[in-house]
């Protein structure tokens, strides 16, 4: 069996489309790259039989992966921006039950029902209107409206 160099170079631009059209995860363009390499080298009859050229081969892209692969994902790969994780803080809220200092409840804000903890020294009657001061996980802390 021959493998002639325009395999070599079929073969690597075969697996660049495919990491192009594919996950984006920087594997194929590796294997893409050290068969174009080949051919190149086999073009130029540097290449040698067909056990050196697939032993190039795997050295090329197994090399090149394992140098280049980390910093290609570092680059292309920025972490998503992270969700603001208070966008109530500072929202109206209304109480749904009378809320004494310090005491759990339950308020209305934009039409949910949460979890709510009133953060000062002020009693909270049903219905009054309430800013959120923080969020922990579901629970908001309030204040009567206007206190600050």
Known sequence: MEILWWHWLILGLLLVVAEIVGSGSFYLIFFGIGALLVGVLAKLELAGPVWLQILLFSLFSITALALFRGRLLRTFQKEPPKPRVDPLIGEVATAVDDLQPGSVGRVELRGTSWSARNSTSHTLPSGARCRVVRVEG??????????R
């Open 138 to 147: 579901l629970m908001l802390h309030i204040e009567p409206e206007g206190v």
